[in-house]
C-alpha cells in the first residue's frame, strides 16, 4: 500500500496533512481517462465554455483569496503579504487565459502567388496539442500552477499535474474550484506522489503529448532527454542572477528595490538577483546601504502580515546555503548579516567579493543571499555576468542611457530589466530562460501557443 504523503509547515515543521499519495496503477487510470477525453473531438468544449470556466474558477478564488494565502505560508513558508500576492496573480491569471482566447485563432495563408496555387484558399486553425503532465515546483504553489492549468484549459487539452512533494495543498484545492467552476474531472487531474520513479513514468508517458516542467535543471534536461519522439515540452530552471550597478545610480533610491529582488521569498525564486556588480566608485557606500536594509529585514513566521522573510521549504536547504557561505567566507569574502534564526530559516546576508570559484558565484543559492562584486571596466562586469551557463532575466540600475542600452544589448538574458530588479514579472508577459535555465517560453499567452497544433486547410476550386 502506498504511504500518505505528509505535509509540513516550513516554518515550523509541525504537521499540516496526510494526504493519500498516488501509485503506478492509479496513474495509469488518469492517464487512460485523460487520453480517452482528448480522442474523443465531441467531448471538445467549445472556447465559449472554457472562457466561462476560467472566468468562473477566478470568482471562486477571489472568495478564497484569505484561506489560499494562509495555505501558501503555511505549506510554503512565504510571507502571507507577498502570498496574498501571489493569489491575486493567479486571479488576474485565469482572467488573462479567458480573455486571451479572444485573438487566439489561425491566420490565411497566401494563395495564387503561383500558377500552380491559383483557384486555392488557405487558412489555419488552432487545436489542442494533446495531454499534457505538469510537473511544478515549491516556491510559486498556486501561481505555477496557474500557468501551467490555465492554458491548457484555455486551448482545450487534459491536464494533469504533479505538484511538489512539500506544497501540494494549493494544487489540490485549485484543482477542486475547477471541478466546482463546471470543468469535467477528465479534463484536470492531480499526481500526487514523491515517488521519482513514478514521476517519471508520467512524464516521459507516449500519450503525453507536452510537459510542462518547472523545476531542477538536472530533472528537467534528464526528462527532456527521456521524452518519446513528438513529445514537446517546456523546461523553466534557475540562474545565478546578474544586476549591473553603474555609478551613475542612486543608491539611496535603488537599495529598496535590489533588496526585494533577492530577499523576496528568502531569495528562493529562479530570477533572484545574485550577483551585483558594483562600479568601483560607489562600491563603498552601496555595500553599506545594501547591508543595513537587509539587516532591518523582519524574518520569522510568515502567517504573520509584519515578515518579510520567512524559512527555507526544508531544513537541509538551511544546512546546503549555510555551508555555501562558510566556504566562501574561509576564501575571503566578508559577510554582513547572516546567521541562523532556527533550523529552518537563515537571516539574510550579504557577501562582498567572494572567490570566483565559490559555489555562490558559480551555482544558483536558492536562499537569502547576495554577493557583491566591485569593478572598474563595464565590459569586464558584463563578461563575468554571462560567465555562467546560465541565462535567464538580467538588470542594469544607471541613469547614463548609453550605459543602459550597452548592458541591455550585451548582456546574456531572455530579459534585461532598467532599473529594475531581475525578479520582476508580469503573467502576461514572455517568460524563458536560455542556455541551462531552461527550454520554451513561458507566460501565459506563449504557453497557450505551446500547448496547442495549428492545422492547415486548404480548399480547391475556388473561383
Not at 474523443?40 to 465554455?49: F, G, S, T, V, Y
Not at 502570498?83 to 485573438?103: C, K, P, S
Not at 487545436?127 to 503532465?133: D, L
Not at 551585483?276 to 557606500?285: A, G, M, P, Q, T
Request: proline share 5%.
Amino acid at each position: 500500500m502506498t504511504p500518505n504523503l505528509k505535509v509540513y509547515q516550513a516554518f515550523d515543521r509541525a504537521l499540516i496533512t496526510e494526504i493519500p499519495a498516488d501509485d503506478a496503477a492509479v496513474l495509469e487510470h488518469k492517464l487512460d481517462v485523460a487520453a480517452k477525453a482528448y480522442a474523443d473531438r465531441r467531448a471538445w468544449l467549445p472556447a465559449h465554455r472554457r472562457m466561462a470556466i476560467l472566468r468562473r474558477v477566478s470568482e471562486l478564488l477571489s472568495e478564497n483569496r484569505d484561506r489560499f494565502a494562509i495555505m501558501i505560508a503555511r505549506e510554503g513558508g512565504k510571507p502571507l503579504t507577498d502570498a496574498i500576492i501571489e493569489v491575486t496573480r493567479a486571479i488576474d491569471g485565469l482572467v488573462n487565459a479567458a480573455d486571451e482566447l479572444r485573438n487566439f485563432g489561425g491566420k490565411e495563408i497566401p494563395m495564387g502567388l503561383t500558377a500552380a496555387s491559383t483557384n486555392r484558399w488557405a487558412f489555419t486553425t488552432k487545436e489542442p496539442i494533446g495531454v499534457v503532465a505538469a510537473i511544478s515546483a515549491f516556491n510559486h504553489p498556486l501561481n505555477l500552477i496557474i500557468h501551467q492549468i490555465a492554458p491548457a484549459v484555455a486551448v482545450g487539452c487534459p491536464v494533469i499535474v504533479k505538484p511538489a512533494a512539500t506544497t501540494p495543498i494549493s494544487c489540490i484545492e485549485i484543482v477542486k474550484l475547477f471541478w466546482e467552476a463546471g470543468l469535467d474531472e477528465r479534463w484536470c487531474q492531480t499526481v500526487i506522489t514523491e515517488d521519482n520513479a513514478l514521476a517519471e513514468s508520467f512524464a516521459t508517458d507516449q500519450r503525453v503529448a507536452f510537459l510542462s516542467f518547472i523545476g531542477s535543471a538536472k530533472v528537467g534536461w534528464y526528462l527532456k532527454s527521456k521524452l518519446p519522439p513528438g513529445t514537446r515540452c517546456a523546461l523553466e530552471h534557475g540562474g545565478a542572477a546578474p544586476v549591473i550597478v553603474d555609478r551613475s545610480a542612486s543608491v539611496d533610491a535603488i537599495v529598496g528595490t535590489i533588496v526585494k529582488g533577492g530577499y523576496y521569498h528568502a531569495g528562493q525564486v529562479c530570477v533572484s538577483v545574485q550577483r551585483l556588480f558594483v562600479h568601483n566608485d560607489i562600491l563603498s557606500n552601496f555595500t553599506d546601504a545594501l547591508a543595513a536594509k537587509v539587516a532591518s529585514l523582519r524574518v520569522g513566521d510568515p502567517t504573520l502580515k509584519e515578515m518579510e522573510v520567512g524559512p527555507l521549504i526544508l531544513p537541509r536547504e538551511t544546512e546546503r546555503v549555510a555551508s555555501w557561505i562558510k566556504e566562501a567566507t574561509d576564501a575571503g569574502a566578508r559577510q554582513f548579516g547572516g546567521g541562523r534564526l532556527s533550523e529552518t530559516t537563515l537571516l539574510p546576508s550579504v557577501l562582498l567579493d567572494p572567490p570566483a570559484d565559490a559555489k555562490v558565484s558559480r551555482l544558483e543559492v536558492f536562499g537569502p543571499l547576495t554577493c557583491v562584486y566591485g569593478y572598474s571596466d563595464i565590459d569586464e562586469a558584463i563578461h563575468v555576468a554571462n560567465s555562467l551557463p546560465y541565462a535567464f532575466q538580467a538588470s542594469v540600475f544607471s541613469t547614463d542611457i548609453a550605459v543602459a542600452l550597452k548592458a541591455a544589448r550585451h548582456l546574456d538574458a531572455s530579459a534585461v530589466l532598467v532599473n529594475d530588479h531581475t525578479a520582476f514579472r508580469t503573467d502576461w508577459m514572455p517568460f524563458a530562460g536560455r542556455r541551462q535555465s531552461g527550454y520554451g517560453v513561458g507566460g501565459i499567452p506563449w504557453t497557450m501557443e505551446e500547448m496547442a497544433d495549428d492545422k492547415m486547410v486548404v480548399l480547391n476550386g475556388v473561383s
